[in-house]
């Protein structure tokens, strides 16, 4: 029986397979689609479906840099020690490597790029059935250096942080130095422009009420609001803050000596912003041996 693409097509929607497995399945069914749901089933194929609504937090983030490019990526997965698994850290490095090596910009294009087994979503579907946990490519971020231009990357904890710092002018070991830096002191922007006016703001709204609660003058309040502030801004913006290495300068001020200029810096740290799992792990492992989950 001929395999048409409209078939493929269905048994990927009803199973949330890749297309390739799906592809196969028709195949040995001979186009037969109630069987070829099973023969998915039986190889746990399809089960990767019914983790989409299940919650992956934990992963691994990871840096590939060839000559002029680099790539910064996550990919995160239910339980941390995935993350040690060798199918999982070889679907990153894949991943990290087909996208370096392609011309996209965005996640909604990576995912469609081609790989060995598939496109990277369905290699992502595939490994999640293997694995036996939601996977999922969270987020990417590709950039181009200029000659005069170096990558600093730095892993923090095997890959729970990764830094992708680009610098022009200066050396990679001060790049790194100023990727170290970011993964440790967890800064919110770069630099003091990048911080919105309405967190500005509402900042010096807190600090002016807690001047005037300490019984300060309107006047002389606003002078310690105008202290706090760049204090505040030493905490959160990376070229501000005061270089590890050397408490005397700024992070700014280490990398203008040793004739440089930050251009961009990416913190990507596993996991920042999402909800944890909280059930108990257990109780979800015996649910699986008694094939309940």
Request: charged content about 35%; glycine content about 6%.
């Amino acid at each position: 029986m001929e395999i048409t693409a409209s078939m493929v097509k269905e048994l990927r929607e009803r199973t949330g397979a890749g297309m390739m497995d799906c592809k196969k399945a028709m195949q040995e069914t001979n186009g037969d689609m109630e069987k070829a749901i099973d023969w998915l089933r039986e190889k746990g194929i399809a089960k990767s479906a019914k983790k989409e609504s299940r919650i992956a937090a934990e992963g691994l983030a990871n840096i590939y840099i060839n000559d002029h490019k680099a790539v910064i990526l996550e990919v995160n997965s239910e339980t941390d020690f995935v993350s040690k698994n060798s199918e999982f850290t070889d679907m990153i490095d894949t991943i990290g490597k087909t996208i370096l090596n392609s011309n996209v910009k965005t996640l909604e294009e990576a995912m469609e790029l081609s790989t060995s087994e598939g496109t990277i979503k369905d290699l992502i579907i595939a490994k999640t059935a293997k694995i036996g946990e939601k996977l999922s490519l969270r987020r990417i971020e590709v950039v181009e250096k200029n000659a005069d231009e170096v990558f600093g990357a730095y892993l923090h904890m095997g890959g729970k942080i990764a830094v992708l710092s680009l610098l022009k002018g200066a050396s990679e070991e001060v790049a790194k130095d100023v990727s170290m830096q970011a993964a440790a002191m967890r800064p919110q922007y770069v630099f003091i422009e990048d911080v919105p006016e309405d967190v500005v703001e509402k900042e010096r709204s807190v600090q002016k009420e807690l001047a005037m609660s300490e019984g300060k003058p309107a006047d002389i309040a606003e002078k310690m609001v105008d202290g706090r502030i760049k204090k505040y801004f030493k905490e959160i913006c990376l070229a501000e803050q005061a270089f590890i290495k050397d408490n005397d300068i700024s992070v700014s001020e280490y990398v203008k000596k040793n004739n440089g200029e930050i251009k961009k810096v990416i913190r990507y740290e596993v996991g920042e912003g999402m909800e944890k799992r909280n059930e108990n792990f257990a109780e979800e492992v015996m649910n699986q041996v008694k094939g309940t989950n």
